[in-house]
């Protein structure tokens, strides 16, 4: 089961461009996203009321799209506005649904219409500061909670990704961050002192650092982080608390905005984009840590697949909790709290 009434990261902005109408499937939910004259972002059922051909193969008309198996057209509230070789007749219309663009990113509303507030969407700083980021995706063969598990306990890091985002640091996994909680999420923070940055053009791969961590992780599964590397001793002399919002002193900065969505059961997107507020050599850096980025999630993605695989092997196996795993643990109660909400009838819900 999904959540319907909330917003999803559908696809980056750059990935849905004019006049090419893109295939997803949300929630259980296919859905064709395509760009209208003036540039917004259309979301409508990916299904011709006709004969069930899918409007991702259509053709994008102005602020329509036509079906391309028998040329109805609907405009982008969902309306058919055109039935060839006959009058215009009722019961033809398909679902629309509601869309943002923000942060880089088209969020698509999957429930009640009437119920989607842009002020919900997590406002996230990567695009804030104007300067250059890059985007990824990936397909995963898992079930969407298997990665918000693995985005809200970072003690993997010193194992799955021990010679990439880890650096052969054991602390990810011997010391527990700091975590709070959010309305519908967590705040974790850490500070790594001594350790290494990953491999990046511009920074000298023997340099030693204080590492500050912090990101919030909400649902359904959106994690904004950032990664502030300083001089040694940096950690002791701020008494291990936030460091500076101007970032001064620091070495090494990186801002990540990642977005889990769930595509069907047992299968789900990774949406994950990085920036540089503090570059040391910006026209390689970008590129360089959305490889590392890239390859650190393919390590994730076989790790997490094989786990999916294993599940399904010992049906009805419980998962069971460490320290590490109150933020999951969190995380997941909280989906589980929409979900039972979601399932209550109309007139109950619409009471509280």
């Given amino acids: 089961m999904f959540i319907k009434d909330i917003w999803y990261g559908a696809a980056w902005s750059g990935d849905v461009e004019p006049g090419k109408p893109v295939a997803l499937t949300i929630a259980d939910q296919p859905i064709v996203v395509y760009r209208t004259v003036d540039g917004k972002a259309a979301a409508l059922e990916d299904r011709c009321s006709h004969r069930c051909a899918p409007l991702s193969k259509g053709r994008v008309e102005g602020d329509s799209i036509r079906c391309w198996y028998h040329g109805l057209l609907f405009n982008s509230d969902g309306r058919c506005v055109e039935m060839p070789g006959q009058d215009m007749a009722p019961g033809f219309d398909v679902h629309a649904y509601p869309t943002v663009e923000q942060n880089a990113c088209i969020f698509i509303w999957t429930g009640d219409p009437a119920l989607a507030d842009p002020s919900l969407i997590p406002i996230s700083n990567l695009t804030s500061n104007g300067l250059p980021f890059r985007t990824g995706v990936m397909e995963f063969a898992a079930d969407y909670q298997l990665i918000n598990d693995n985005l809200c306990d970072f ?52 340099l030693r650092v204080d590492q500050y961590t912090a990101y919030d992780y909400v649902i359904p599964g959106v994690l904004m982080m950032q990664i502030d590397s300083y001089p040694l001793g940096t950690a002791k002399a701020l008494d291990y608390g936030v460091p500076p919002a101007s970032m001064e002193g620091a070495v090494y900065v990186v801002r990540s905005l990642q977005l889990i969505v769930p595509v069907t059961e047992g299968r789900s997107r990774y949406l994950f984009a990085v920036s540089h507020p503090v570059d040391p050599a910006p026209d390689q850096s970008l590129d360089a840590v959305i490889g590392l980025f890239r390859y650190a999630f393919s390590e994730d993605r076989d790790m997490i697949e094989a786990q999916q695989a294993t599940i399904e092997k010992f049906p009805g196996m419980a998962l069971r909790n460490t320290r590490h795993d109150a933020g999951l643990v969190r995380v997941r109660r909280l989906i589980n709290s929409k979900l039972r909400q979601e399932a209550q009838p109309a007139e109950v819900r619409a009471a509280e």
């Fill in 155 to 206: 003690s993997h890091v010193a194992y799955v990704h021990e010679h990439t985002l880890g650096q052969g640091n054991s602390e990810w996994s011997h010391r527990v961050p700091t975590q709070t909680s959010l309305e519908n999420g967590i705040c974790v923070t850490r500070w790594m002192e001594g350790t290494r940055i990953p491999p990046t053009p511009g920074v000298d791969p023997s």
